[in-house]
């Protein structure tokens, strides 16, 4: 909760003031320069098995989900905004009740400590970090890297979980015409976007980061395929717990982000389209010039909307999407069994 509070005066720092961002970003750089010269030091005092990788990943790792959280929050505050600009009320009391409880919730503190306790105590427990000064520098540096992560996993999830109650509400005040360029329903689809992508690749260096660390005889092919850890149970938990948060959450939450988004812009265009077709009854009823012509706009008008976009155009799936999607999927989801396939290679 306390690194969490840290983290949030940190960020209405920034903010509020550009001259402090530029400051603050300077301090961060130069906090990461201090902590990488540290690990070199440490490293000479007593060296570490693949030190210079685990380090570069882990501080690569930290700038991206800085500046990621960093954004995300930026684009929730926007997104807040520009719902109040459209006098939403019922969208707003959403946003900013059950989003923000997501987001800061006590249960979310617990659940990332306990996630990331676990995590780091199964690195040592596993041998993939050895229990030394430098051992224990890359554990504290991991757990940081780890727990930041988690605090924008749930600003996603947060986000998700908005889009999904959406579908439930009716919404008044949006591009009537074109549901889909009404500014917060396209700002929305944009964080989703920059989400999933830039998390499908800190997935690919988790997943990266615990397969290279990974005792290379962890994994035996005798007759048959055996584990030869300190704990079998953990190895494979850890395993399950990476598949699950990284091969198979992302890329079904960005089906579902997508989903839930065109489910809300469905019922916008639908909304719009009764609004005219009873204009359109009211004129039926009468046979004048003046009435059929309004008939002939109102059915072009309908025909319009309805062949509107059901997305952001700008952040829609696109092949290019997919393709980068499924690759970094495929890659993360065998990167854990790197030590299977080296015992095989070795084997053979």
């Given amino acids: 909760?306390?690194?969490?509070?840290?983290?949030?005066?940190?960020?209405?720092?920034?903010?509020?003031?550009?001259?402090?961002?530029?400051?603050?970003?300077?301090?961060?750089?130069?906090?990461?320069?201090?902590?990488?010269?540290?690990?070199?030091?440490?490293?000479i005092v007593s060296s570490h098995h693949l030190f210079y990788i685990n380090q570069a990943l882990l501080l690569v790792m930290l700038i991206i989900q800085i500046f990621v959280l960093k954004r995300i929050r930026k684009e929730k505050e926007e997104i807040k905004i520009n719902i109040a600009e459209r006098h939403e009320p019922e969208v707003s009391g959403l946003f900013n009740g059950r989003i923000q409880k997501i987001s800061y919730s006590f249960i979310g503190e617990i659940t990332s400590f306990i996630l990331v306790i676990f995590y780091i105590v199964t690195m040592f427990i596993l041998e993939c970090l050895e229990v030394t000064i430098t051992g224990i520098y890359g554990g504290v540096l991991g757990a940081l890297v780890f727990y930041i992560g988690i605090q924008a996993y749930i600003h996603y999830i947060s986000l998700l979980y908005f889009a999904y109650a959406l579908r439930h509400i009716e919404i008044k005040n949006y591009s009537f015409y074109f549901p889909a360029i009404t500014k917060w329903i396209r700002q929305l689809a944009g964080t989703f976007s920059y989400i999933e992508k830039w998390f499908l690749l800190l997935?690919?260096?988790?997943?990266?980061?615990?397969?290279?660390?990974?005792?290379?005889?962890?994994?035996?092919?005798n007759p048959s395929l055996s584990l030869q850890s300190n704990s079998n149970i953990l190895l494979i938990i850890t395993w399950i717990g990476i598949i699950l948060l990284f091969v198979i959450a992302f890329p079904t939450f960005t089906f579902l982000s997508r989903s839930f988004l065109k489910s809300v812009i469905y019922n916008c265009k639908y909304n719009s389209i009764n609004k005219i077709e009873q204009l359109l009854i009211i004129n039926t009823?009468?046979?004048?010039?003046?009435?059929?012509?309004?008939?002939?706009?109102?059915?072009?008008?309908?025909?319009?909307?309805?062949?509107?976009?059901?997305?952001?155009?700008?952040?829609?799936?696109?092949?290019?999407?997919?393709?980068?999607?499924?690759?970094?999927?495929?890659?993360?989801?065998?990167?854990p069994f790197l030590p299977l396939v080296e015992e095989f290679i070795f084997k053979s």
């Avoid at 003046?290 to 952040?315: H, T």
């Fill in 1 to 43: 909760m306390l690194l969490n509070m840290l983290l949030n005066m940190l960020y209405n720092k920034i903010v509020n003031n550009q001259h402090n961002h530029n400051i603050i970003t300077k301090v961060m750089l130069g906090t990461i320069l201090i902590v990488f010269i540290i690990g070199q030091i440490l490293n």
């Fill in 203 to 221: 997935g690919l260096m988790y997943s990266s980061i615990y397969a290279i660390n990974l005792p290379r005889d962890i994994v035996m092919i």
């Fill in 285 to 335: 009823q009468q046979e004048t010039e003046e009435s059929l012509s309004r008939i002939e706009r109102y059915l072009s008008i309908i025909k319009a909307i309805s062949e509107s976009d059901d997305y952001p155009l700008k952040y829609s799936h696109t092949i290019f999407d997919s393709t980068y999607a499924i690759m970094f999927a495929t890659i993360t989801l065998f990167s």
